[in-house]
């Protein structure tokens, strides 16, 4: 059952087309990932779905009583209230309920007072009250204090925080309530524009188990590649041709893609082929009377054939680093630095050094103190005691999310990118603005005019026109599209300096980090190795904890030693079997019969299920090979309409076999259970 339909859909911005006659189902339990370069339309698309921007044609239907859930990147949230009053309080319903009983009680105590002998009042007033009181019962099972702390607690908030003024968070922070008050909605679809661009790694952990977990819909657009690769299910994707969908995660989409491509390669191929031998017979035999019906023929049929377009693909940022400096050996020595606001301690007594050539990640909650440690080590933050000191030689480039905001407005973006070195020719900063989709007429854009995704690219544009020996990122790549991230991960990895970086991306700090700072409760940790290297030594500390907590608690207890008396066995007795009378024996057979009556009509009919979605599953890649082979054959010319109609097959039966997939597994996982419930192995 579909929950969103939107049919025929389009919607432009002045000259600019954002969607032409966009259709798009998105069904009970579905899990798309919308993906696109920045200022595609992604979130456009989800205003639209919100009900927040009207579509200039076509219509957008919605599931009887349906609940929409959004989650913009930018958000207003005022003070006033409680962060837990902000959770409970979003549930739609919940605020006119607690007023109804506020007013039924009002009035019954009104009556009480004025009127205690009309029985027949109280008595309905009660009686409303109760209905209302238990109303409200069966609301807060639905949507428990419990479960709103839980959720919360799982975002990263304390204990202490749920009865704070929401007034009192930072803007990530309230992103957070406001994504947990979301969640606890329980919307039966989901729209989420970058949710993890405010949380940390552990947030980010539990948010995707959180989210594995959710049995409705929702739409995700996000620059975390693993992330979308664990949630999704289907692909919706603004292409240079248009809005597509492919089924599959992330992973998925990136391989049909690229086999669409060679098709069209193939195809194209084909085509030159054929057209080249037709005009070879037209040149040799054009000037011959008794070829001349042949060459009229091959004329008119060269006439006929159309090119193949093949896939226009997007622009990416593409750049590399220029060559380094070679620095000291030691790069940066942090020695007893603490870092406090006030009475509050962020850091205390931290020494660490910074080596050339390495690459570290910093990780930890959010308010630990990652993005202080930056700021120190770049200078623009003065410990509060302690030294840091840089090596002989060592040139600092500092990328920071809050540097987008200090480009001024009413410059053009060449002259930001300028005043980050004015000694470089025009043609080097133009060719670097150029590998940030900066180009042509796009140069004398004013700052004012670009989207966030745009400014952080400008601000890394100025980085890499004199990006120093010592890089250091605090997350890179927030309000990138997913492209520029990959391309930035991918330049980052040839950077021929020294590497300090913080991103909750999991996907950058697994690329690119060498080491690894884990920054928590003040102190800083290191740890020699990768990303994967750290959480499989944390997997292994963490189940040693558990084994030895196990062993203590199946150690027996201390006892004081006491001799046997000399009558005691040591050896337990067990009384012996008693043997069955013949009415006894009788009824034990007959519930032997019993059981495998149960275990026939139990058993059966789910291993025919099984068998049944087995055979399904045969048929439908026995088709979707036939259909692969036909496509990946240079030999085979196909129309158009051919091509299309076996890709569409391909899509559509992709999809079925995920369904017939997971079907295979529930009814495989009930058998198996089945099976085991009834002694059967």
Known sequence: MSTVVLENVSL???????????????????????????????????????????????????AKGAKVGWLPQDIAVEG?????????????????????????????AEVAEQRPDDADALAELGERLAHLHERLSRFDLLYSDHEAAKILAGLGFKPEDLERDVGEFSGGWKMRGVLAALLFQQPDVLLLDEPTNHLDMPSVAWFSE?????????????????????????????????????????????????????????KAKNLE???????????????????????QSRVKALDKMDDVELYRKRRTMRFSFPEVDRAGH???????????????????????????????????????????????IA?????????????????????????????????????????????QPVSRIRSVLGAFLFSGDDVDKPISVLSGGERARVTLARLLIDPGNLLLLDEPTNHLDLDSCESLTESLAEYGGTMVFVSHNRSLVRRLATKIWVVEHGTVTEFVGSLDDYLARERQRLSGGEEKAKERALAKPETKSVPP???????????????????????????????????????????????????????????????????????????????????????????????????????????DAAKKELGLG
Do not use: C
């Open 12 to 62: 432009s911005f002045g000259a600019r087309p954002i969607v032409e006659d966009l259709s798009l189902r998105i069904a009970e339990g579905d899990r798309i990932g919308l993906i696109g370069p920045n200022g595609s339309g992604k979130t456009t698309l989800l205003k639209m779905v919100a009900g927040e921007q009207q579509p200039d044609s076509g219509t957008i239907r919605f």
């Open 80 to 108: 006033g209230r409680t962060l837990m009053q902000l959770v409970r309080q979003s549930v739609p319903g919940r605020s006119e309920l607690e007023r109804h009983v506020a007013e039924a009680e009002a009035q019954l």
């Open 210 to 266: 959180f989210l594995l977990r959710w049995p409705r819909a929702f739409v995700l657009i996000s620059h975390d590649r693993e992330f979308l690769n664990e949630q999704i299910r289907r692909v919706v994707t603004f292409e240079t041709e248009g809005v597509r969908q492919y089924p599959g995660n992330y992973e998925r989409y990136l391989v049909q893609r690229a086999e669409e491509e060679e098709i069209l390669t193939n």
């Open 273 to 295: 082929r054929e057209k080249e031998k037709m005009e070879q017979f037209i040149n040799r035999f054009r000037a011959q009377a008794n070829k001349a019906k042949a060459v």
């Open 330 to 376: 030691e790069v940066v020595r942090i020695e007893k630095v603490d870092k406090r606001y006030g009475t509050r301690e962020v850091l205390g007594g931290v020494s660490l050094g910074i080596y050339r050539g390495d690459r570290i990640g910093i990780i930890g909650p959010n308010g630990a103190g990652k993005t202080t440690l930056l700021k120190m």
């Open 379 to 423: 200078s623009e933050l003065p410990p509060s005691g302690g030294t840091i000191q840089l090596g002989h030689s060592v040139k600092p480039g500092y990328y920071a999310q809050h540097h987008t905001e200090l480009l001024h407005p009413r410059s053009t973006v060449l002259q930001e990118a300028t005043s980050a070195n004015d000694k």
């Open 565 to 671: 008396a000399k009558s005691v066995s040591t050896q337990p007795w067990t009384p012996p079997a008693p043997s069955l009378s013949r009415d006894e024996e009788k009824a034990k057979k007959r519930e032997e019969a019993r059981q495998r009556e149960l275990k026939s009509k139990k058993v059966g009919p789910l291993e025919k299920k099984v068998a049944a979605i087995e055979a399904d599953i045969a048929k439908l890649e026995a088709a979707q090979s036939e259909r692969n082979a036909r496509l990946s054959d240079p030999a085979v010319s196909l129309t158009d309409a051919e091509r299309y109609a076996l890709l569409d097959g391909l899509q559509v039966d992709q999809g079925k076999l995920d369904e017939l997939t997971e079907g295979w597994e529930s009814a495989q996982a009930e058998l």
